[in-house]
């Protein structure tokens, strides 16, 4: 056993090796006989922005509602009557004991981005407007409003909105709130990276100039790694226990997650790291052209939109990361090679079978998974698309339930694994790392690199993630120009040089962790960034 339990594990968590200090100590809760206990809680600071890094189903909603007063915790003792006096006493002498006084006291306002915002027009009947005028107690809506770009949304229902545009109104919804304390379930989904970079500054911001305890959970490292102030690295097994482990540095709390080993807790959470090659790994692959395409272009309506494509090839056997904002014209772009829409000018006349996983996955029928990706591939089921496809994507725990009843992570692994299991001559999937935990994300980038490799596919993914962009793909196209006005579509290029264009329209560089290579962001005007941006490399600095 695990030594939690001291008969058989109920929950196949047997695989522990050495018990975590932590699971010797009693629980912080636990819901019931056998059933999912939590170990450690985040600490949140007054004018700090506190991170937690780790996968779904460990607990950070249980944790968050423990520190938001809503659910007393027992002490791991369910059967006895615990009360807020005991857990005090269980936290004295703590960096926890403050604040848990002033949550017995009823003291402690919360406000909370939820992790889905795609359910939020389930809950609300209105405009934007109306939705965030309820929620602006500081007066900060004006420029939250402004900031975030959500100006021209402003009078439309909130039905009609996109996640992106979801997301940045959920954000302000929460920031615009007069709370001691922040929680934000994810803020980078659907946003591309300088919306990203803007989310994370109002979150610093409000720490630092209003003094309020902020806590992110983030799956976006380089987006993390910018926003936190200290970092609380969660593990466990997912639906039996979860542990938060105590306050790391940032730096040390995603290396010591990436090497797969926590120094503090002598704890192995993952078998192997996770590695970043420190100069620009891949030249491109060099396999024969799949596409050839002339220059395009695209307009809708009386000119709102101009899209240009610069001439280009895709490779057999290559995965093309494609990059830019949004609002730029990468799906318009993806409807040329369909052939689901027509160019102005240029014809991309492709005659190709194309499997596409589109950004919103609107997968919801009342069908099991397992009925539904047997519709799909008469290989379901075989040795290989389980080793391949199934495991990496983690499908196994899910396939008996229905579609309707995923969350969004799980929905976002059935859609990938749909769209490589259709057999195609081209594979595009669209933001596949939404919803998806660090740990999903890496074996999501795992899985599709094989599938590229093995099945000679050539896949193209659009991306803002640029962890994931860079353990995933051989080379880049970029997209610029100015959102909703005009758009301007490179032609596919080596990493090098896509993530020098790419990362140069945004004005930001990265540097490498000394210790583990690992790319982190410059701070803005500091020597190093200076210095890379007058040599032109942003990325993949020698
Ligand atoms: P996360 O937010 O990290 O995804 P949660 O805190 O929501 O995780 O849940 C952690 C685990 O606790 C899950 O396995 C969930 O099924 C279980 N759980 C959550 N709420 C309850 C409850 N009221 N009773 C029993 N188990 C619960
Ligand atoms: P991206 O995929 O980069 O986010 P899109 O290709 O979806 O960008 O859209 C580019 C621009 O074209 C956006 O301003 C979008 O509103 C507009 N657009 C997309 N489809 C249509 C359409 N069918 N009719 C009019 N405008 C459209």
């Not at 339930?401 to 995923?406: G, T």
């Amino acid at each position: 056993t695990c030594g939690i339990c001291v008969e058989k594990c109920p929950f196949d968590a047997i695989e522990i090796i050495n018990l975590p200090n932590e699971l010797q100590d009693d629980p912080v809760h636990r819901y019931g006989e056998n059933a999912f206990s939590l170990y450690g809680l985040p600490a949140p600071q007054e004018g700090q922005v506190t991170g937690i890094l780790g996968p779904n189903g460990i607990g950070k909603t249980t944790a968050v509602r423990i520190l938001a007063g809503e659910l007393e915790p027992n002490l791991g003792r369910h059967d006895e009557d615990i009360d807020w006096d005991d857990v005090l006493e269980a936290y004295r002498g703590t960096e926890l004991q403050d604040y848990i006084e002033d949550v017995r006291d009823g003291d402690v306002t919360v406000a909370r981005k939820p992790q889905y915002v795609d359910q939020i027009p389930n809950s609300f009947d209105g405009n934007t407007r109306q939705l965030l005028e309820q929620t602006d107690e500081r007066g900060a809506l004006d420029e939250l409003v402004e900031r975030l770009e959500i100006g021209p949304v402003m009078d439309h229902s909130i039905d009609d909105l996109s996640g992106g545009e979801l997301q940045r109104v959920a954000i302000a919804a929460t920031l615009a709130r007069d709370t001691d304390f922040y929680f934000l379930d994810e803020v980078t989904p659907y946003l591309d990276i300088g919306q990203r970079v803007t989310a994370a500054r109002l979150i610093q911001e409000l720490a630092e100039e209003e003094d309020r305890s902020m806590l992110v959970v983030e799956h976006d490292l380089a987006i993390l790694d910018l926003l936190a102030d200290t970092l609380h690295v969660a593990y466990g097994e997912p639906g039996a226990y979860g542990v938060i482990t105590s306050p790391k540095s940032v730096r040390n709390g995603i290396n010591e997650y990436l090497s797969g080993y926590l120094d503090n807790e002598n704890m192995r959470i993952r078998p192997n790291p996770i590695e970043f090659e420190e100069h620009a790994p891949r030249s491109g692959g060099h396999g024969d052209t799949l596409i050839e395409y002339p220059d395009l272009t695209k307009s809708y309506g009386d000119g709102e939109f101009t899209l240009e494509v610069e001439s280009g090839k895709i490779r057999e056997n290559e995965v093309l990361g494609i990059v830019g904002p949004n609002g730029i014209g990468k799906s318009t772009f993806a409807k040329l090679l369909t052939g689901n829409l027509e160019a102005d000018e240029g014809d991309a006349d492709l005659d190709l079978n194309i499997s596409y996983k589109p950004q919103y996955v609107t997968i919801d029928q009342h069908m099991r998974v397992d009925a539904f990706l047997s519709s799909i591939t008469d290989q379901f089921g075989s040795s290989y698309w389980n080793t391949e496809i199934a495991q990496p994507l983690q499908l196994e725990r899910i396939m008996e339930q229905n579609l309707s009843d995923l969350s969004g992570g799980e929905r976002q692994r059935v859609a990938i694994a749909a769209c490589l299991s259709d057999s195609a001559d081209l594979y595009l999937l669209d933001e596949p790392s939404a919803h998806l935990d660090v740990e999903q994300r890496v074996q999501a980038t795992s899985a599709i690199r094989r599938y590229a490799e093995q099945q000679d596919a050539t896949v193209l993914v659009i991306d803002h993630d640029i962890y994931m962009m860079d353990l995933l793909a051989d080379r880049m196209m970029v997209f610029d120009g100015e959102p909703a006005a005009h758009g301007r579509a490179g032609t596919p290029q080596s990493m090098r040089g896509g993530m020098n264009d790419f990362l140069a329209n945004l004005e930001v560089t990265f540097r490498r962790d000394e210790r583990t290579s690992r790319p982190r962001i410059n701070k803005p005007d500091s020597q190093l960034d200076k210095q890379q941006k007058s040599d032109g490399e942003y990325y993949y600095a020698p």
